[in-house]
């Protein structure tokens, strides 16, 4: 990075301090916060089908008052009133249909994030429903296994609706996956990581300008939080046993990003993370890692090996991207000895490398920051803001294209039903946060990255954007058709 560009960025952004790790700006709460700990790990509730055995589900949008910071109630807005919303736990090639029932009083649209689906049920920014209708979203879940998350989607304010509750977790199994001898049961744990600021009152403090778009001032560049929850918990703590057991990893923030990595490492000194997933799948071989960093709507899936610590040990996750409050994540207390059959396995899965010369087409997006100017400042792609008139991509149904990413500022770009693979970052191979099969990668300041991307599945009108939510409602993202 030029030291003259970088400068300019940074004033651009009046970011003070700024450095090329940091995604937003945080919010301070106003309420005493608990300290780091002291507040036992949940699980969300697990979706149920309408009837036992069934394919039909239904979830309701609602308003409800919850426990988040100890003594104080939070309003959230919460998929059957919950944050986060029910975990789906369902199977690979059996279809099911969502109800969605929006019992807010602003209108929604739901995105299965990393889902195969037709368009329609896709959670198109500007497919809303109203408030006290319905509707039913179909999916195919014709895709392999995989860590995938639900979130609302609604053009202009998918920022403010996620952070006041609108995500949850959906985990798709498959035959390959249940075969592998990887922790299964209650050792098979989904940890949804999200920062969040709180005011006097205990309400979600967001700097939301009433009935408009956006975020004020300085914010634009993205939201951050000085709590960090994990399932909805802050800073919580998780007894285990001294076995292996695996986590799903979702960062689920607005825009903070995550260094995370356990502290202390194991005494052996040996690589603590063993990722064995990535965004939309197995990974073809594991991979140890001694960090796992994720972006705005990444995920891995990750084994840790608990027998490395001597009963007694507490092992904290932390984030050496802050320095604060948010440089801590939760804590794994060593509890007990457990019997441990789980291993993992030198090969997970079939995983089909693309090469660039399969593919039929190349395109460029261009992501940067526009103004301030007489219409306001906007994040771009390609220099336009979001139009759902017009296309900028008409990709064939059935192919591989070469897309390559570039940006001024951190940029996790989601692609909407295309899976691809990194194929080089700056001119080089692609790192460990690169692995696998992904639907989002992070573009860092002043980056080019390639990736290799399939269209399977259907045809019809997708959205590629950034996922650092301030930027995606500030028209950061582009109409693509496959056709």
């Known amino acids: 990075m030029r030291r003259r560009a970088f400068l300019g960025l940074a004033g ?44 039909a589900y239904e979830l309701v949008q609602r308003p409800s008052r919850v ?20 975990t789906f736990d369902v199977r690979a090639g059996r279809p099911i249909t969502v109800s969605m029932v929006n019992e807010l009083p602003v209108p929604t ?56 509750g609108l995500a949850g977790m959906f985990i798709l199994r498959d035959d390959v996956d249940d075969a592998l001898p990887l922790p299964k049961g209650d050792k098979d744990i989904p940890l949804l990581i999200c920062d969040r ?13 009433p009935g408009r778009p956006g975020v004020k001032g300085e914010y634009h560049q993205g939201v951050e939080g000085d709590v960090i929850l994990v399932n909805g918990a802050p800073w919580p703590e998780l007894e285990v046993d ?16 995550y260094d995370l990595r356990l502290d202390p490492a194991p005494p052996d000194s040996s690589a603590p993370f063993t990722q064995v997933g990535s965004d939309v799948g197995l990974l073809g071989a594991p991979q140890r890692l001694d960090r796992v960093v994720l972006a705005s709507a990444e995920r891995a899936d990750v ?9 007694g040990t507490e092992v904290t996750l932390v984030n050496r991207l802050d320095a604060g409050p948010a440089g801590q994540v939760m804590r794994f207390r060593v509890a007990r000895r457990g019997n441990d059959d789980s291993r993992v396995p030198a090969k997970l899965a079939d995983l089909e490398p693309l090469a660039p010369g399969r593919a039929v087409h190349r395109r460029r997006f261009d992501f940067r920051l526009s103004g301030p100017g ?3 400042t906007h994040w771009k792609i390609n220099g336009e803001t979001f139009d759902p008139a017009r296309t900028s991509a008409t990709p064939r149904l059935g192919t591989t294209e070469l897309w390559t990413f570039s940006s001024d500022f951190h940029h996790p770009v989601h692609v909407h039903l295309g899976h691809f693979q990194v194929y080089r970052r700056n001119g080089r191979a692609p790192g460990p946060a690169d692995a696998g099969w992904k639907d989002t990668v992070d573009v860092r300041p002043f980056e080019v990255v390639e990736v290799l991307v399939r269209f399977e599945g259907h045809r019809g009108r997708y959205v590629l954007h950034c996922h650092n939510l301030e930027h995606e409602d500030m028209a950061m993202m582009a109409n693509f058709d496959v056709v």
């Open 374 to 376: 007489a219409h306001g």
């Open 12 to 55: 651009a952004l009046a970011i003070p301090g700024c450095t090329a790790e940091r995604a937003g700006v945080v919010l301070a709460s106003r309420l005493p916060l608990p300290r780091p700990f002291t507040v036992p790990l949940t699980m969300p509730a697990v979706a149920r089908p309408l009837v036992d055995g069934g394919t």
């Open 242 to 257: 001294s076995t292996r057991y695996r986590f799903r990893l979702l960062n689920a923030s607005n825009a903070r990003r």
């Open 303 to 311: 084994v840790v090996d608990f027998g490395a610590y001597p009963v």
């Open 197 to 209: 600021a709180f005011d006097a009152d205990g309400s979600f403090l967001y700097p939301s300008l």
């Open 67 to 86: 426990e988040i910071i100890p003594g104080t109630r939070t309003e959230v807005w919460g998929y059957d009133g919950t944050f986060p919303g029910p």
């Open 109 to 164: 649209s739901t995105h299965l994030h990393g889902g195969v689906n037709p368009p329609q049920f896709d959670g198109y920014p500007t497919h809303l429903v109203v408030p006290t209708r319905r509707f039913v979203h179909e999916y195919p879940l014709s895709q392999p296994a995989a860590t995938l998350w639900y979130h609302d989607h609604r053009m202009d304010f998918t920022g403010p609706q996620v952070y006041r």
